[in-house]
């Protein structure tokens, strides 16, 4: 009861994800499962949780996607209303529909995806989804969710929307790289749940970003005065000193951390672009 698309990014770390959507309570907590190195999996229509672990765990080990559904299918009880989709660690892809899940019902595989989805409008929503991953450009994260938003625009889950969500993954991506999850959002009951996923996901971009995406400002110049001044005007202390003394760092990084921007920090004598624009606004 859900279209999604599962994919691999080569040059982000690589990275691997799963986004979807559907007329069913937090689907985000079912259907995608993923892990850094090994793969993603979506597990749908009369999902069988334990294929999300059980598939990680095989492609962890020796199995490319399509080894992989074979055996959690061989090993199912009701393999004819299963459905999945699998990328593994090399991008290989395989999707799988099983005869007994609900009309519209099928999938499609493509360079590094696979798109799938049951009780669908038509396979318009597929094919839609997989014109725009193959089109798009950007993280995976994004290229997953328009993907997921032009499905929604074909038609997608013919009983309407209530659920959303994007997984992806990739070693150290996660906070201060604690953790491989690098995007972990869900929209569990809205109206609009393709839209406020987008909202989120913008949310995301902002506070948590790739860091390869940061363009560095040296703070030079000018650079510290106004620094200093934006700060004063927001209450903050910056010291008596001069230029980028330590006192200032200190206080920039304070203001910087209670925005939630400590993923953009350098210790550096940089700033990041996207908060100096945010620190200097109408300056």
């Known amino acids: 009861m859900t279209f999604s698309i599962v994919a691999w990014d080569p040059f982000a770390g690589p990275e691997w994800g799963v986004a979807v959507a559907s007329k069913f309570l937090s689907v985000g907590a079912i259907v995608p499962w993923a892990r850094a190195g090994a793969g993603a999996v979506a597990t749908q229509a009369l999902a069988n949780v334990a294929f999300g672990p059980d598939g990680l ?3 962890a ?7 992989t559904v074979g055996v959690l299918i061989e090993e199912d009880e009701r393999p004819s209303q299963r459905q999945l989709g699998i990328v593994d660690a090399g991008g290989g892809t395989a999707t799988y529909t099983g005869e007994d899940c609900f009309d519209w019902a099928g999938g499609k595989t493509g360079l590094g995806y ?8 038509g396979p318009e929503v597929i094919d839609a989804m997989s014109s725009s991953f193959e089109s798009s450009e950007g993280t995976l994260a994004r290229r997953l969710f328009e993907a997921l938003a032009a499905g929604d625009g074909a038609g997608g889950d013919r009983r309407g929307r209530q659920s959303a969500a994007v997984l992806v993954v990739r070693t150290g991506g996660g906070y201060e790289g604690g953790s491989d999850v690098a995007v972990d959002l869900r929209v569990d009951d809205h109206p609009t749940p393709i839209a406020e996923l987008d909202r989120l996901l913008g949310v995301h971009e902002l506070l948590f970003p790739n860091p390869d995406s940061l ?8 650079l510290p005065a106004r620094i200093r001044r934006a700060l004063t005007a927001r209450g903050i202390k910056t010291g008596a000193g001069k230029g980028y003394s330590d006192d200032l760092r200190r206080a920039l990084y304070s203001w910087v951390a209670m925005e939630n921007l400590e993923e953009r920090w350098s210790d550096e004598a940089r700033i990041d672009q996207t908060v100096l624009d945010m620190l200097l606004g109408e300056e």
């Open 215 to 222: 363009e560095w400002v040296e703070v030079e110049g000018q």
């Open 57 to 59: 765990a095989h492609l």
């Open 61 to 67: 080990t020796t199995l490319d996607a399509t080894s």
């Open 114 to 121: 696979a798109c799938q989805g049951n009780i669908l409008t």
